[in-house]
C-alpha cells in the first residue's frame, strides 16, 4: 500500500510537471536596433542582460548586424574607447527611456576594418544621438581624425524582441511511456513485497 502511494505521488509529480511548468529565470534577452544619418545605415540585434540598472540600461552582451553593408564583427569592451576616439570610453548601455543610450554609448568594429560609436551627445544645444566613426589609418586620439573618420548625427531607435519564457511543455506522447515505466517500477516493488 505505501509503494501504491509513492507511486501516485510519482505520476502526480511528473504529469503536473507537464503542464504546470515553472518559469525559468530569463538569462538574456534580444533586442533590435538601428540607426541612420546622412550616408549612414546600420541595423541588427542586441542580447543584453535581463535586469535594467537604477536608471533603466541594461548591459549589452553581444551585437550583430551591418553597417553600410560590411558585417559588424564585435562588441568594444565596455570601458574602452574605439580605436581612434580615445579617450571616450563606451559602456555598451541600452535603455527603453526616451533617451536610449549614455553619454558613452557602445562600440563595434566591422569586417571593413572600421568602428563605431553612436551615443547621446547631451552637450549640443539641442541633444541628440551621434556617431564617431573611425577608419583606418587609425591615429590614436580623437583630434587625429582624418577625412575618412567623421561625428555625424544619426536617428537611433531600439526594441527589445525576445523574452525568454517557460520551456515548451513535454509532449503528451511520452505520457503513457512515463506510465508504464512507472508501473512496471509499482509491480517490481510489488513482487519483491510478495
Known amino acids: 500500500m505505501k509503494n501504491l502511494v509513492l507511486l501516485s505521488a510519482i505520476v502526480l509529480a511528473i504529469t503536473s510537471g507537464l503542464f504546470f511548468q515553472t518559469m525559468q529565470p530569463a538569462s ?44 559588424i564583427t564585435g562588441l568594444q569592451p565596455v570601458e574602452t574607447p574605439i580605436p581612434g576616439n580615445e579617450p571616450f570610453d563606451v559602456d ?21 576594418g572600421n568602428y563605431s560609436n553612436p551615443f547621446f551627445a547631451s552637450f549640443l544645444p539641442t541633444p541628440s544621438y551621434l556617431e564617431v566613426f573611425s577608419a583606418p589609418p587609425l591615429t590614436p586620439g580623437f583630434e587625429n581624425f582624418g577625412t575618412e573618420d567623421s561625428e555625424l548625427p544619426i536617428s ?38 510478495n
Request: aromatic share 10%.
Open 92 to 112: 555598451n548601455l541600452v535603455s527603453l527611456n526616451t533617451q536610449q543610450l549614455t553619454g558613452n554609448g557602445f562600440g563595434y568594429s566591422t569586417s571593413g
Open 156 to 193: 537611433f531607435s531600439a526594441t527589445i524582441i525576445t523574452v525568454p519564457g517557460p520551456n515548451p511543455p513535454l509532449s503528451l506522447a511520452y505520457l503513457p511511456s512515463l506510465l508504464s515505466v512507472s508501473l512496471q517500477h509499482s509491480n517490481v516493488i510489488s513482487h519483491q513485497i
Open 28 to 71: 538574456a534577452l534580444t533586442w533590435k536596433w538601428n540607426y541612420s544619418g546622412t550616408g549612414i545605415e546600420a541595423i541588427g540585434t542586441f542580447t543584453t542582460d535581463n535586469t535594467p540598472d537604477d536608471l533603466g540600461f541594461y548591459h549589452i552582451l553581444g551585437i550583430t548586424g551591418t553597417r553600410n553593408r560590411e558585417t
